[in-house]
């Protein structure tokens, strides 16, 4: 069984940054896969980065790219989700996810684990 607790959320004005955190509390942490989805209001969660097991390859949804960074140290068995340049638009629930097999793309389907979702306001 994995646990994953998300952290970092908040409320930032336009323009601004976050980082999120997500932590595993699994032995074998090194091995999945992880990724961020978010869920705004009224839509259906949606796929915002990626990473694979060991963070050679890293994946992002077209509305994020030159914004967000996926990051992780397996040292801590933690990733990260740094966030620029946020906009109002960037609101939602953001959950953490991870996939056993290891590559940490992008269907929601593909992942086995999911922490209880951490939320980021971006005011205009």
């Known amino acids: 069984q994995v646990q994953l607790v998300e952290s970092g959320g908040g409320l930032v004005q336009a323009g601004g940054s976050l980082r999120l955190s997500c932590a595993a509390s699994?032995?074998?942490?090194?091995?999945?896969?992880m990724g961020w989805f978010r869920q705004a209001p009224g839509k259906e969660r949606e796929f915002v980065a990626g990473?694979?097991?060991?963070?050679?390859?890293?994946y992002y949804a077209d509305s994020v790219k030159g914004r967000f960074t996926i990051s992780r140290d397996n040292a801590k068995k933690t990733v990260y989700l740094q966030m620029n340049s946020l906009k109002p638009g960037d609101t939602a629930v953001y959950y953490c996810?991870?996939?056993?097999w290891g590559v940490g793309k992008v269907e929601v389907s593909s992942y086995d684990y999911w922490g209880q979702g951490t939320q980021v306001t971006v005011s205009s």
């Open positions: 990473t694979s097991w060991n963070g050679g390859s890293t």
């Open positions: 996810a991870a996939d056993a």
């Open positions: 699994v032995r074998t942490f090194s091995s999945y896969g």
